[in-house]
């Protein structure tokens, strides 16, 4: 009996195993929700591994956070505390740019996105996992640690 229940056990720990590893897999492709639309950062699923600080997601106590006060200055040492804090720059033009985080162990995959706002002095965020339907806070607590290093 207590062969079958062990058998069991390592039987369901190898599928949440598998499960894992084919997400991580799947992490890796390039979503195609980046990117702006009509001059704004996208809308964030409705799943709760996003934030966006666009006027879209205000009203969204979920998604939304503040976007950070622009200066030169700040889009400039945004992309060094990008780099400090283990991003990856995708993409990087005048006004927006793209970077990657990936997650320690299987390497799950997360976007950040900025827009520079020139009109209003912002800078815009959206930090979303690529899939599943929890980040633990990452994507908040990340946007949130790079406000607090400028």
């Known amino acids: 009996m207590i062969k079958i229940i062990l058998l069991i056990i390592a039987a369901l720990f190898s ?8 997400m991580a897999m799947l992490s890796q492709k ?14 964030c699923p ?4 996003c934030v ?3 006027v879209h997601a205000q009203d969204d106590k979920i998604h ?14 945004l992309r060094q505390n990008i780099i400090d804090l283990g991003g990856n720059i995708q993409s990087d033009k005048s006004d927006y740019l793209h ?11 997360d976007d950040l996105e900025l827009r ?7 800078i815009h965020m959206r930090s979303a996992s690529r899939i599943g ?15 607090q290093s400028l």
Not at 133 to 147: I, P, Q, W
């Open 15 to 22: 599928l949440g195993f598998t499960a894992y590893i084919i």
């Open 30 to 43: 390039t979503p195609e929700t980046l990117g702006l639309e009509q001059g704004l950062l996208l809308p």
């Open 46 to 49: 409705t799943s709760p591994n």
């Open 52 to 54: 966006c600080s666009e």
């Open 64 to 77: 939304f956070v503040s976007p950070i006060p622009a200066t030169e200055k700040s889009w400039v040492k």
């Open 99 to 109: 970077a990657t985080f990936s997650s320690p162990i299987f390497r799950y995959v």
């Open 116 to 122: 520079l706002d020139r009109a209003n002095n912002l």
């Open 133 to 147: 339907r929890s980040d633990f806070g990452v994507n908040r607590k990340r946007v949130e640690s790079l406000k």
